[in-house]
């Protein structure tokens, strides 16, 4: 089970930061990923990271202003936004993959949070 968490209301240019506990005890043998989902739109690829953490990937659309990262330890992962504009306003989702996946595309995902809410104002 996957929980997120962090949503909420932000200013044009500011930050925020997600994030997504998992429960049970196979946390680090899955990759995990972040989507977002815009109103009337379907869901989008943020961000992944891999089992250990050592490997990360991003959309064009959030590279150099998200970072995705995961802590195995406490089972959760996590997605520092920062430079946030209206573009980036929608349902974040976290999820979890096996390894050796398409971590881009949705369909690969087993598992997904609830999803929280980012609302950037601008």
């Known amino acids: 089970q996957l929980q997120a968490s962090g949503g909420g209301l932000v200013q044009a240019g500011g930050s925020l930061r997600l994030s997504c506990a998992a429960s049970g005890r196979t946390f680090s043998t899955y990759a995990m990923g972040w989507f977002r989902q815009a109103p009337g739109k379907e869901r989008k690829f943020v961000a992944a990271?891999?089992?250990?953490?050592?490997?990360?990937f991003y959309a064009n659309s959030v590279k150099g202003r998200f970072t995705i990262s995961r802590d195995n330890d406490k089972n959760t992962v996590f997605l520092q936004m920062s430079s946030l504009n209206a573009e980036d306003t929608a349902v974040y989702y976290c999820g979890a993959t096996l390894p050796e996946t398409d971590y881009a595309q949705s369909w690969e995902y087993a598992y997904w949070g609830q999803g929280t809410l980012v609302t950037v104002s601008s």
């Open positions: 990271v891999s089992r250990s953490g050592g490997s990360t």
